[in-house]
């Protein structure tokens, strides 16, 4: 069974940083494409960055030069960093792999940014 466990959100001040991981367990890694969504409040899930199984990452427009993603395949885990943050993006952050047809989510960890 596929599982997949954010972790790394928290309360940081506008302009601050984090670092969201996501571990995955159950799947072969290496196969997986991995991307981080999000979700604010009365909003609908947003796609926030990709990284294909052989490394090719891409960012939402509105989020690049704030935002990374980034894959370590020793430690089947993805990554997002992300720095000069605003309260716009306060939301909870979800992984998802895709492993060809099948879809799979973590539970979300939620980033607040205060002002």
């Known amino acids: 069974q596929v599982q997949l466990v954010e972790s790394g959100g928290g309360l940081v001040q506008a302009g601050g940083s984090l670092r969201l991981s996501c571990a995955t367990s159950?799947?072969?890694?290496?196969?997986?494409?991995m991307s981080w969504y999000r979700q604010a409040p009365r909003k609908e899930r947003e796609l926030v960055a990709i990284?294909?199984?052989?490394?090719?990452?891409t960012v939402t427009d509105s989020l690049k030069g704030r935002f990374t993603i980034s894959r370590d395949y020793a430690k089947n885990t993805v990554y997002l960093q992300m720095s000069s943050l605003k309260p716009e993006d306060t939301a909870v952050y979800y992984c998802?792999?895709?492993?060809?047809?099948?879809?799979?989510w973590g539970q979300g960890t939620q980033v607040t940014v205060s002002s």
């Open positions: 159950g799947s072969i890694f290496s196969f997986n494409d």
């Open positions: 990284i294909t199984r052989e490394g090719r990452a």
């Open positions: 998802r792999s895709r492993i060809s047809m099948d879809i799979y």
